[in-house]
């Protein structure tokens, strides 16, 4: 979908409404032949667009003009969105889907008001957003920085928000891939041979970035980005020789790599590519955590332009309350 000269361009590749009191805005449909299946018999999805929304709406031919506030606007515009989606998988739709795109829009349309970082995903049920100071700089530095590195304890959402902008910066298309890289290491623990083929043995160590991912796109449609190669998970191992244009690549776990593995990593970079790297420093598995390729790379790297490093804290966990009062005893004591 296009849009008028009305609206303008973000550096992260989407669409950003000026914000005026008013606002008249001219789409183009994705597909003109499936203008009657978006409009509804009589054009009945058109009037309850309407009527949800407070705007007016003309048809004509493969586009739409809408106008009305400029929060209504945009709330029409995110629906026309979600119901050309819809249209991708389905030959029809239904009223209840086009009731359940305006209030997903409405929930969205909210949460920006409260907060301008709002990450946009591809699932109607999440609205996703940053909820504490450190998580906000997170997300500037993921949107400003071509290499990021997070350093945090267990919940304060290193590995939740990376996944999320990957998805977002897919939907706009800002991107064509999203990789996904752990290294399989264990967590202390000796899990000897796994059956099954590469795929299946790798899962449990990805099994994280994909329970993120479940939350923010459906099980069929991670299905068919898996199958089309656009999200890609493998084990750090199987990334050495390659050149990784055009793509957002997470590095979870990072504290488990040595040296070698963290450069061999840092040198897949692209380009049109971003890279995120999380880690905890607090948590590493290597025989000799001393040799921790994360802990290595923040201290070379510390004073390079271009890479952003943020350190999340105690006060940006949450999870469960219970989580952070966990992480505080620990730290209050040495347990290797």
Not at 45 to 60: C, E, K, P, S, Y
Not at 109 to 138: C, L, N
Not at 190 to 212: H, I, S, T, W
């Amino acid at each position: 979908m296009t849009r008028s000269p009305s609206s303008r361009g973000r550096k992260d590749g989407s669409a950003a409404l000026e914000y005026n009191s008013t606002l008249e805005l001219t789409i183009t449909l994705d597909d003109a032949a499936r203008r009657a299946a978006l409009f509804g018999s009589g054009d009945r999805h058109l009037r309850m667009i309407r009527g949800a929304l407070g705007v007016q709406i003309t048809a004509r031919d493969s586009s739409l003009k809408i106008a009305g506030t400029t929060q209504a606007v945009g709330r029409a515009v995110t629906v026309i969105e979600e119901l050309q989606r819809g249209l991708r998988d389905h030959d029809d739709l239904t009223d209840d889907e086009v009731i359940e795109a305006i209030a997903f829009a409405s929930r969205l349309g909210e949460a920006k008001e409260r907060d301008d970082q709002v990450i946009e995903v591809y699932t109607r049920q999440a609205v996703i957003s940053p909820r504490t100071e450190g998580q906000r700089a997170y997300i500037k530095a993921i949107q400003g920085r071509d290499l990021v590195f997070c350093v945090g304890p267990a919940g304060t959402g290193k590995t939740y928000l990376a996944v999320a902008m990957a998805v977002s910066f897919l939907k706009v298309g800002a991107i064509q891939r999203i990789v996904l890289v752990r290294p399989a290491v264990e967590a202390g623990e000796k899990l000897g041979f796994l059956p099954g083929d590469m795929q299946a043995k790798v899962n449990p160590y990805l099994r994280p970035l994909f329970d993120a991912m479940h939350d923010m796109m459906s099980y069929d449609q991670i299905k068919r980005f898996i199958a089309n190669d656009v999200v890609e998970v493998a084990p750090l191992a199987f990334m050495r020789g390659r050149t990784l244009n055009n793509s957002l690549i997470i590095l979870d776990e990072a504290q488990n790599t040595t040296c070698s593995q963290m450069l061999m990593f840092l040198t897949r970079l692209g380009n049109h590519s971003k890279m995120i790297v999380t880690g905890d420093d607090s948590q590493i598995d290597l025989e000799k955590p001393e040799t921790s390729g994360f802990t290595d790379a923040l201290r070379r790297l510390k004073d390079m332009q271009d890479i952003a490093i943020v350190r999340l804290q105690r006060c940006d966990i949450v999870r469960h309350p219970l989580v952070q009062n966990i992480v505080n005893a620990y730290a209050n004591e040495r347990y290797r």
